[in-house]
C-alpha cells in the first residue's frame, strides 16, 4: 500500500526566500505525482503534474522534481510571496490507477 | 475557464439522516471522483466513476455510500443513515488526460 509523506509539516518564512518543499512515498511503481494548493476551506488546485517518466516540471516560480527510484518529489517555490501562504499536498498514483495517494501536506506561511 | 461546482457548500444534518451532495463536472470530462478530508487530516479517495457506473471504490465506500449520475451534467454521492464520524469536507473532482480538477467541496456537519 502506498504510503505518501510530507516534511516539513509547517513552515513559516520571510517574503522572498526560495522554498523547498519535500515529498516522499513507499512504492516507485508510480503513475504520476501531483502537486496541488488547498487554501483554507477550499479545494484543491493543481500546480504541477509529473509523469513517472520525467524528472521534473516547471511553471512560472515553481519548479517540481521526481527521483522515482528514491522515492522522492521536491517542490521548490523561488521568491516566496504573502500569495503562496496555503497548504501544498503531494498525490501519488500508482502504477495502473487513476487514484492519488494524498500526504498531509505542508502548511506554508509567508509573511510580508 | 470551466470549473468543477458543488452544492450545497455546507451541510448540517442530524444523525441518521441521509443526505445528497451535488455536483457539476467539467462539461467534457469523462471520469468524476468523490473525495473526503476529515478535519486535520489527508484527502481520502472515496470512489470514481466512469462511463455511468463505479470504476473503483476504496474500503471507505460502504454501503452506506451510493453514487449516481442522474442526468447528463450531475453527479451525486448519497450518504445513508449518516454518522458523526462522516463529519468531513466531500470533494468532487473529474479529470481530464491525467490532470483532476477539484471543485470547492462540500462542508458535510453530522450532529
Known amino acids: 500500500k502506498q504510503e505518501v509523506t510530507q516534511i516539513p509539516a509547517a513552515l513559516s518564512v520571510p517574503e522572498g526566500e526560495n522554498l523547498v518543499l519535500n515529498c516522499s512515498f513507499t512504492?516507485?511503481?508510480?503513475?504520476?505525482l501531483q502537486w496541488f494548493r488547498q487554501d483554507p476551506g477550499k479545494g484543491l488546485t493543481s500546480l504541477l503534474l509529473i509523469q513517472s517518466s520525467q524528472r521534473e516540471q516547471t511553471s512560472g516560480r515553481l519548479n517540481a522534481s521526481l527521483d522515482k527510484s528514491s522515492g522522492r518529489s521536491t517542490l521548490y517555490i523561488a521568491a516566496s510571496q504573502p500569495g503562496d501562504s496555503a497548504t501544498y499536498l503531494c498525490?501519488?498514483?500508482?502504477?495502473?490507477?487513476?487514484?492519488?495517494?494524498f500526504g498531509r501536506g505542508t502548511s506554508l506561511i509567508v509573511h510580508p | 475557464e470551466p470549473e468543477v461546482t458543488q452544492t450545497p457548500s455546507h451541510q448540517v444534518t442530524q444523525m441518521g439522516q441521509e443526505v445528497i451532495l451535488r455536483c457539476v463536472p467539467i462539461?467534457?470530462?469523462?471520469?468524476f471522483y468523490w473525495y473526503r478530508q476529515i478535519l486535520g487530516q489527508k484527502v481520502e479517495f472515496l470512489v470514481s466513476f466512469y462511463n455511468n457506473e463505479i470504476s473503483e471504490k476504496s474500503e471507505i465506500f460502504d454501503d452506506q455510500f451510493s453514487v449516481e449520475r442522474p442526468d447528463g451534467s450531475n453527479f451525486t454521492l448519497k450518504i445513508r443513515s449518516t454518522k458523526l464520524e462522516d463529519s468531513a469536507m466531500y470533494f468532487c473532482a473529474s479529470l481530464r488526460g491525467d490532470t483532476q480538477y477539484f471543485g470547492p467541496g462540500t462542508r458535510l456537519t453530522v450532529l
Open positions: 462539461s467534457n470530462h469523462l471520469y
Open positions: 498525490a501519488v498514483s500508482s502504477r495502473g490507477s487513476y487514484i492519488p495517494t
Open positions: 512504492d516507485s511503481a508510480i503513475y504520476n
